[in-house]
C-alpha cells in the first residue's frame, strides 16, 4: 500500500512541470521581497511621525503605541541596522529636554517660595536682630531643610526599542512561506521527472 501511494506520489511530480513551480516561485518571491520592503517603510514612516510628535510635543505616547504596535505583529520592522546602529534606536531628545526642564522650573519655583518663607521663620526667630549675622545661617538651614533638590530624570522615560518577530502572519510572512514551499516542490519535480528519465 505505502508502495503504491509512493508512486502515485512521484507520477504526479512527473505531470507537473517543474517550470510551472519555478515560474510560481519566481512571483511568490518577488511578493515575498516588495511585501518585507513595505513592511520596513511603513515602520520607519512610523517612527517618523513619533519623532514628530516628540519635537511638537505631541501625542507622543499614542505615536509610540502604533509604532510598538505594528513592530510586534510584522517581520521586517527591526528599528537598529547596521553594526553603527544607535542603541536604543528610539531616543525621545525633546521629551527628556522638556521633563528635565519642567524639573528644573519646579525647583526654581518651589525655592523661591521656600526662600520666603525662611526669611518669614528667621525674622520671628530673631525679631530684634537686624544683622544678617544670626539670620542668613538660620535662612540657609531653613532652605536646606525644606529646598526642592533637582531630580534626574530617568533615561527609561525617553528611550525604547521594540523588536520585531521572526515571522508574522502578514503578505510578507505567508509570501515567504509560499516562496520556500515551491522552492521544495520545484526540487522534487525536477528530482522525479530525471528520475523517471534514468529508469526509462
Known amino acids: 500500500m505505502k508502495k503504491k501511494h509512493l508512486h502515485s506520489f512521484w507520477a504526479a511530480f512527473r505531470i507537473v512541470s517543474p517550470w510551472y513551480f519555478l515560474a510560481l516561485f519566481l512571483i511568490s518571491a518577488t511578493v515575498a521581497v516588495f511585501a518585507l520592503r513595505s513592511n520596513n517603510q511603513t515602520m520607519i514612516s512610523l517612527r517618523n511621525a513619533v519623532y514628530q510628535a516628540d519635537k511638537q510635543n505631541g501625542n507622543v505616547e499614542g505615536s509610540l503605541q502604533t509604532l510598538r504596535s505594528y513592530v510586534y505583529s510584522h517581520m521586517n520592522t527591526n528599528l537598529a541596522s ?90 510578507a510572512g505567508w509570501s515567504l512561506v509560499s516562496t520556500i514551499v515551491l522552492l521544495i516542490l520545484f526540487a522534487l519535480s525536477l528530482g522525479a521527472r530525471r528520475l523517471a528519465g534514468l529508469a526509462a
Open 82 to 171: 547596521g553594526p553603527n546602529a544607535v542603541y536604543p534606536p528610539i531616543q525621545l531628545t525633546y521629551t527628556y529636554q522638556r521633563l528635565e526642564q519642567a524639573e528644573e522650573q519646579q525647583a526654581t519655583a518651589t525655592n523661591s517660595s521656600v526662600y520666603t518663607d525662611a526669611q518669614n521663620y528667621c525674622q520671628q526667630l530673631n525679631p530684634v536682630s537686624f544683622s544678617g549675622r544670626t539670620r542668613v545661617p538660620c535662612i540657609e538651614s531653613y532652605v536646606e531643610e525644606h529646598g526642592y533638590q533637582v531630580k534626574p530624570v530617568s533615561p527609561a522615560l525617553y528611550e525604547f526599542d521594540f523588536i520585531s518577530p521572526s515571522w508574522s502572519p502578514d503578505l
